[in-house]
């Protein structure tokens, strides 16, 4: 044979699986017969941290900085001694009044009273919880507050009040209030 027709044989006969079908063009599906389609493939997701919860910073209470404030009472031994006295006083403009004194306190004044509580070896105590107070002539005053060993005093009228106080069944001194005009 000649080297000529070898060549072109080779180059005619096709190689299986190298050349396309010589039957003709593949038929196309029908969109009936491709069935339903595969879902799109899932991403994976990409873990997110979990998030540190961080405490925020106190804010001081005033003037604690300047070593003005107490550390809380967690003594709850039962009292022995409960006084009470004038802890604080406003004036009708909103100003703090430094020492009020108890015997002149005008009736635009809001008051305001402060138990503390003793132990048996003396040292300050919650006891069982509120102090209960009581005054003189309790139709006289505007009581209010939150705290459970104050309450605050507005006046509606002048003269001499007498305020006690009690914890646990133990009473404190009387404190005597004298409200005044202004």
Not at 117 to 122: I, Q, Y
Not at 140 to 153: D, E, I, N, Y
């Amino acid at each position: 044979m000649n080297t000529r027709i070898l060549a072109a044989l080779l180059v005619v006969v096709p190689v299986v699986g190298c050349t396309s079908s010589t039957s003709g063009p593949d038929p196309v599906p029908s969109v009936a017969a491709q069935g339903s389609p595969s879902p799109a493939p899932t991403p994976t997701p990409t873990p997110t941290p979990t998030p540190v919860a961080v405490a925020p910073t106190p804010t001081p209470a005033p003037d604690c900085d300047r070593g003005l404030c107490e550390a809380p009472i967690t003594n709850t031994n039962p009292p022995v001694r409960l006084t009470i006295r004038l802890y604080s006083a406003v004036d009708g403009r909103g100003k703090l009044v430094s020492n009020p004194p108890v015997n002149a306190v005008p009736l635009s004044y809001r008051i305001t009273l402060d138990a503390v509580a003793k132990d048996a070896a003396g040292y300050e105590t919650n006891g069982g919880g509120k102090v209960n107070y009581d005054f003189s002539n309790p139709g006289a005053l505007s009581l209010s507050g939150t705290h459970p060993f104050q309450v605050k005093v507005q006046a509606s009228q002048t003269g001499e009040i007498t305020a006690w106080a009690e914890l646990d069944g133990v009473r404190s001194n009387d404190l005597n209030l004298i409200f005044i005009e202004g």
